[in-house]
Each structure stands twice: as structure tokens, then as C-alpha cells.
């Protein structure tokens, strides 16, 4: 899959700005705070995920304007797409497929495909089980339509759910009960799924990890992943039992997958708590590149590769590994001091300047 052009209108602090990506490494250059970032996210925006900052679509949007437009070709077993995506401050934003209305946005993940490398990373180790949880689910949603469809009906189901819990206001009625009992079947039955989905992608993943930490730490140690839940062992339907009078007490679902974490341990050891950072980094680092390994076998394409300054947090010695475990795919890399690594050959330099691109030098 490679990305051939890509036009920003009124993005961030990009007015208009548009660009031609090298089919293998394009680098981007520019002081902090000129947008270097900010096209990188444009980018990571087309696989129809969210902002890989946490960004809301207000954000997105230049100062002062409605709305935001992302456009960009695609190549993708050899056959062209062309993506346009307005994004609205205030509204609900619309993106098309080779002029086609896509209803969901994450259905864009068929045409794009993407692994974002950004120091925030480390928050993958040290952070919250959030983090970890939406880690594994981005990755399925790229993946799987199914899993897509099932993730899209949970969301709204625990939206429902936790309505009705808080409409109780601290009192179960029988009405309220009997609605309850209808929400909680659908609840079981796509919580099940996703419990399994996750459970076989960390089973799956967790190989990969261990090679590609070992590359990166340039030592032989033992990563182990533990998907950690409370209802999967007792039965989502006999928890939900148990914990029902304090779920209505406080209006809220209190258990399920939304509460699950994934603990990763490092020699037996769990590395959020015992990790030193230089080792949090490199297991950071074997995630996101396990998840490229991953993602490419299952779609039989090469997703596009973005490193968002990376090579700044890392010492020489990770700096070399990690170019040498980067795979066969397109890349673009933003950098502050136009250093990078040995190893690395951009075909393409581009330079930004307050929202505007320039060609780099040897161009």
C-alpha cells in the first residue's frame, strides 16, 4: 500500500498544503511547532481511526474555520483510491471512497492501512489499562470487518446500558429490571466476542514481541503478555448478577471488557511497575512493530509506516536496531534536526515552515 499524494486544506496550522510521498522514505523537517506532527496526523487520520494524538475534530480544524479537508491518493493492490474527508468543528464530518459515501469511518481501514511510531508509545507500557485496550482493539478493527461490526454494536449497547443503569438513580424498578435483563444478553453476547478476539491476538502477538524486543534491546529476555479480567473465568452473566446492586447504585457498568487490562511482564516481571525505561522504550517499540508484522500477514499488504520523531527519545544503540528491524514498507519520518540514522535513505526531503512545505536540501 502506498500513499501517492496528499492535500491538507485548512488542517491544523496547515492553510493549504500539498505534497507528493517517496514510495519508500520521505523526510520531513522543520522546527517544534511548525507542523511537522501535524502532517503526520493528517495522514494517520485516512485509515478512518482517530487522531492518533487523542485529538477531538474541533482541534483539527484551522482557527477560525468550519471545517478541515483531508484528501489523498491510494495505492492498494495496484488498484488507485482516492480519499476525501471533511472534517467539521461543530456537525458530523463525511468522508468518501472514490466518490462513494462511507457510512463508518473505520471502514476506510480496507483501503489504509497504518502503524504510528510516537514517543507518547511509552504510555503503551506504563499507562493506563485503557491505553493497552485500545492498542489491541485498533489493531482488530484494522483487521476484521466482523470485528469492526461487533466493536460498533457493543459501544452502542454499554451506551444504552449505562443510561438505564442511570435512570435507576440508585432504585431498581421491576420496569427498569426487565429492561435491564434485555440489554444485558446483548451485552454478554458481544462482550464474549471481544473477550475472544483479544485473548487470540494477544496469544498471537506475543511471539512477535519477544523477537522484535530482543532485536531492539539487543538482549535475550523474556516478554509475556497476561490478558487480566475478572468475568471471563465466572461467566459475564454470573458477574453482572454479583456486582448488579452497586452498578445501580452508582449508574454506571462495572464490569465487562471495557474494564480489562493486558499486563505485559518482562522477565516475570511487570513492566509498568519494574521496567527500567530504556526497557519500557524498547518493548514500546517491539509493539508497534509486531503490530505492523501482524497487520501486514493478515491483509497481505505492507501498512504505511509514520515516525513521529522517534529517533529524538532513543540512544545510538536502539536508534540502530530499530532501523534495522523496520520493515519493506513505505515510511515517512518527521525530524527537528534533520538527523537521522544511518541506514535510513529518504528518496524524498520536504521542509516545514509555519504550515508550509518546501523541498529539503538535495532536492
Known amino acids: ?22 514510495s519508500g522514505v520521505t523526510l520531513i523537517t522543520g522546527q ?3 507542523g511537522k506532527t501535524n502532517l503526520l496526523e493528517g495522514l494517520s487520520l485516512l485509515n478512518g481511526h482517530k487522531s492518533f494524538r487523542g485529538a477531538t475534530s474541533e482541534s483539527l ?18 488498484r488507485e483510491h482516492l480519499i476525501e474527508m471533511k472534517i467539521v468543528a461543530s456537525g458530523r464530518s463525511r468522508v468518501q471512497l ?3 459515501i462511507v457510512k463508518r469511518f473505520k471502514d476506510l481501514s480496507d483501503t489504509v492501512s497504518i502503524v ?14 485503557g491505553i493497552r485496550r485500545n492498542f489491541i482493539d485498533e489493531v482488530l478493527l484494522s483487521c476484521d470487518k466482523k470485528f469492526r461490526l461487533v466493536k460498533a454494536n457493543f459501544d ?13 438513580r440508585g432504585r431498581l424498578s421491576k420496569e427498569l429490571e426487565e429492561s435491564l435483563s434485555i440489554w444485558n444478553s446483548q451485552f454478554i453476547e458481544l462482550s464474549e466476542v471481544i473477550g475472544s478476539n483479544r485473548i487470540q491476538l494477544v496469544r498471537d502477538i506475543e511471539p512477535l514481541v519477544n523477537t522484535f524486543y530482543s532485536q531492539v534491546a539487543g538482549k535475550e529476555e523474556q516478554v509475556n503478555f497476561r490478558y487480566e479480567t475478572t468475568w471471563m473465568d465466572k461467566g459475564l452473566d454470573q458477574a453482572l448478577h454479583e456486582i448488579q446492586h452497586e452498578e445501580v447504585r452508582r449508574g454506571t457498568t462495572l464490569v465487562g471488557p471495557h474494564r480489562d487490562d493486558v ?3 518482562l522477565n516475570n516481571l511487570v513492566s509498568r511497575t519494574h521496567s527500567s525505561q530504556g526497557e519500557q522504550r524498547s518493548l514500546a517499540l517491539a509493539l508497534r512493530l509486531s503490530e505492523h508484522a501482524y497487520m501486514a500477514q493478515k491483509i497481505d499488504d505492507s501498512p504505511l509506516i509514520l515516525l513521529d520523531d522517534v529517533f529524538s527519545e532513543l540512544d545510538e544503540g536502539r536508534s540502530k536496531r530499530l532501523v534495522e528491524c523496520l520493515p519493506s514498507a513505505q515510511i515517512v519520518l518527521t525530524s527537528a534536526t534533520g538527523t537521522i540514522p544511518v541506514g535510513i535513505h529518504p528518496g524524498k526531503k520536504l521542509k516545514v515552515l509555519n ?3 518546501s523541498l529539503g536540501e538535495n532536492e
Request: glycine letters at 6%; charged letters at 25%; proline letters at 3%.
Open 32 to 34: 517544534n511547532g511548525h
Open 355 to 357: 504550515g508550509h512545505i
Open 61 to 78: 480544524v484551522r482557527s477560525g474555520c468550519e471545517f478541515a479537508v483531508i484528501r489523498a491518493q491510494v495505492i492498494r493492490h495496484r
Open 263 to 265: 499486563i505485559i511482564d
Open 116 to 129: 504510528v511510531f510516537s514517543p507518547d508509545d511509552l504510555e503503551l507500557i506504563k499507562g493506563s489499562p
Open 1 to 22: 500500500m502506498i500513499v501517492t499524494q496528499l492535500w491538507l486544506i485548512d488542517f491544523r496550522n496547515h492553510t493549504s498544503t500539498e505534497l507528493q510521498l517517496d
Open 98 to 100: 472514490n466518490r462513494q
Open 156 to 168: 452502542r449497547v454499554i451506551k444504552q446500558r449505562n443510561n438505564l443503569l442511570k435512570q435507576c
